[in-house]
């Protein structure tokens, strides 16, 4: 279709059944903010060098000079979300690039931290609707 197509004409119908696709589809949680705050930073990169970190934010708090009480702020005003929701958000993603390669969902689970892989697929599907070997079925 040329760039400059004829927006009454076949192309340009298309183009409109295409956009009202793009504006009916569902959105799917896959954004993983990223904090300006070095302290807050530094508590991400933690988990997104190693997804299956158990430390919490006490822990991680008195390791990066602030109250776990300060964290929790910062968390909510620069990512919009709680640190247990980025957490999960943080192994989600991590979960999707491993899956998308082909690793077993039983090994992935594990090595991210789950408690069991049933814990990890129930996760999944409340989260993407559905489970992972349906999600990359598609």
């Known amino acids: 279709m040329p760039v400059e197509y004829d927006e009454e004409g076949a192309d340009g119908r298309l183009m409109q059944v295409l956009m009202d696709q793009i504006r009916a589809a569902r959105t799917v949680p896959l954004h993983l903010p990223m904090p300006q705050d070095a302290r807050l930073r530094r508590v991400t990169e933690c988990f997104i060098n190693d997804p299956s970190a158990p430390r919490g934010l006490e822990e991680l708090a008195s390791e990066v000079g602030a109250s776990s009480r300060t964290l929790a702020r910062l968390f909510s005003k620069e990512l919009g979300m709680t640190f247990r929701q980025w957490r999960s958000q943080c192994r989600l993603m991590a979960s999707m690039e491993r899956l998308a ?14 408690d069991s892989p049933s814990a990890f697929i129930a996760m999944f599907k409340r989260t993407l609707g559905k489970s992972p070997a349906a999600y990359f079925t598609r």
């Not at 390669?101 to 789950?114: C, Q, R």
């Open 101 to 114: 390669l082909g690793e077993p969902v039983t090994t992935v689970a594990i090595d991210l931290g789950y």
